[in-house]
């Protein structure tokens, strides 16, 4: 049911068509219902296996968990009270409900309700199962561990029990980070790169989207990046698998792929971490009470906002599944999370939906209706209070902004029927006869790629990325257009190619590492270092790419941002881990840290003696130490303030370059009190 609702509605059907008045099948179809916010249809259920069976103690644990669900506290104490007047140790009824509320994402609420059960039979092993489950979702681990250890104890055959025990025993040997109201767990392994990228990423996301929304979260939120994707989805949902997921939140807690979970370019982290930031404004600004496709369609949106690049990668699928008239009804919306075959469909119309809410509305209505969700009103009287129309209203709306904002891409996709195996020449006419159509322009500009007409290729995959600017992967005339430029050394026109690559898909790795290539001798410092901000928010743990931006932005005096890079690009373990040792000691030097300088400078030293930039940063402590008082010990005959172990071997070295330092120094700005930065570093 769990993984594909279609498919076990079909087989209900066929159930149904043999015994209709199958209990069991008419409890599982209102579940169903419950988990699309389709409340009545799962009463209406609920009434039919009743009907059947009016002792059902399944159907009335159902009943009280609507009640629940709707907020009715009295119906629910009726609903309890019925039941434990048939079963008075019916736990079970407490379990269920809770598990309904824990599907609501109202994880808090849930926890309460198991206990209660417990309390009842504190022999029922799926409740300590379930209440470990609501436990870590809330963040409270240590108390998840007692509830998993007791259900384990009472049923170790239980998977998700087994699975949620041992990803805890994993999580011991994670680093905790925590800064203000985020709190980050990261693996041993990976800790020293991403403290430098994601919390950063993950205070801006929660700054901006607070202001925003005018709505501080309750914290601390913790978040957690693993390295394998298994235990993302362990950590998750309890078991292995759940393939097409990226990230999840809670409320207050959020899991994620780490970049390592999988290959470079596969995915970007950043516009995964951002996407569950904005979940935590959503969930909590509405009590956990948003529906599926407004808070998908929310966090996809504000990836677009915050960056530009990102949230589009299902743009093109989209205006094919409006062309196929595929498109979701937006009073169908919320079921299409449910199946497997419209899931990504409906992120992105979500997305879409959003945007005319707040282009049509504005955004103070927007947080209305997250208030009004908040307040337990459900779509329709939400979508009333917060904007004064109807959804049928919104539909009609919402159909018109997609035949005014996607009429011209509709018409470039439209491709007239090419046989299988055509000539150059027959798709030259094609093309000629349909200049509208991207699918013919690419056709013909990749069968002229592998001639030796590269103009008339260029010629018509330039065609094709101005119908189609967006086009990415196998379809992406900008990477072609890259290629032949390079191949006639024409390095301009493939930059421009190749950023146009990296903006139509912010996880093209392979893109973004030529376009750096290309860049650094290019002259043109901000682009390059917009290409290596790009090329690290992909794959932090590119130690080449880190290293660059460092430079970049140490040239023009950003000791922050360098700093960050540097401390990431020795983390990674690279291959000169001298001259890593060095870019960090000398952005050091430059922010007035002079005992870190001095530990890097050493590292450097010690794994090559006569490395001159190393000898250099060691000449620019000097210059620091001889501006304080301080022990002098351990000086070389210049001055220079190096381990004795480190004398012989290093002071001749340092003390020439440190002459060239200070010869570097004059006429250039520098002050007393500034340490100097050897003339090597920034390039």
Known sequence: MEGNPPAAKEALDRLFTINPNHVGAHLLIAEMALDDRRRDDAGASLKKALEINPNSLEARSLQAAIAAIEDRSADFDAQVADVLRINPLYGEIYRVAGDHLARNYRFEEAVVLVRKGIMLDDANARAYSDLGMHLLRTGDEPAARQALERAFKDD???????????????????????????IFRFHADEVAVMREQAMPLAQ?????????????PTGPILVEMFPKH???AVRTIGLPGFIGALG???????????????????????????????????????????PRWLTEGMSVWEERRARPEWGRESDINFVQALEADKVLKLEALNDGFSDPKTISLAYYEASLVVDHLVATYGEPALRKLLRAYGRGLETDAAIKDAFGVSMAEIQTGFDAKLTRDYSALRAALKTPEIKEKPSVEELKALAASHPGSFGVQMSLGVALQGTSDKAGALQALERAAALVPHAAGANSPHVRIAAIAVEQGNSDRAIRA??????????????????????????????????????VAIDPFDSAGQSGLGRLALRRKDTATALRAFRSALATNPADRA??????????????????????????????????????????????GRSAVGDRSGLCPAGIDID?????????????????????CLGSGCRASQPAMPASAGT
């Not at 650094?520 to 290596?532: F, K």
């Not at 172990?645 to 070295?653: G, I, L, V």
């Open 156 to 182: 170790p055959y239980n998977v998700a029990t087994y699975n949620s025990l041992s990803l805890l025993d994993t999580l011991t040997k994670f680093e905790t980070v925590q800064e203000g109201d985020i």
């Open 204 to 216: 801006e996301a929660l700054a901006t989207l607070s202001k925003l929304y005018e709505f501080k």
């Open 230 to 232: 298994d235990d993302f």
């Open 248 to 290: 999840a939140c809670f409320g207050k807690v959020v899991t994620l792929d780490s970049p390592k979970a999988r290959r470079p370019g596969e995915f970007n982290w950043g516009e995964t971490l951002w996407h569950e930031m904005a979940h935590v404004i959503t969930l909590q600004m509405s009590n956990n009470r948003v």
């Open 498 to 535: 190749l950023e146009a690559a990296v903006r139509a898909d912010p996880s093209d790795i392979e893109s973004a590492r030529k376009l750096t290539g290309l860049l650094d001798t290019s002259g043109d410092a901000p682009r390059a270092e917009d290409a290596y901000r790009r090329l």
């Open 579 to 624: 001259a890593a040792h060095t870019d960090l000691a000398e952005v050091q030097l430059l922010r007035g840290q002079a005992a870190e300088a001095r530990k890097q400078t050493l590292a450097a030293l010690e794994i090559a003696p006569s490395f001159e930039r190393a000898s250099g940063a060691v000449g620019g402590l000097a210059a620091h």
């Open 644 to 664: 004795q172990s480190h004398a012989a071997r290093s002071c001749a070295t340092a003390a020439s370059i440190s002459a060239v330092l200070r010869r570097a």
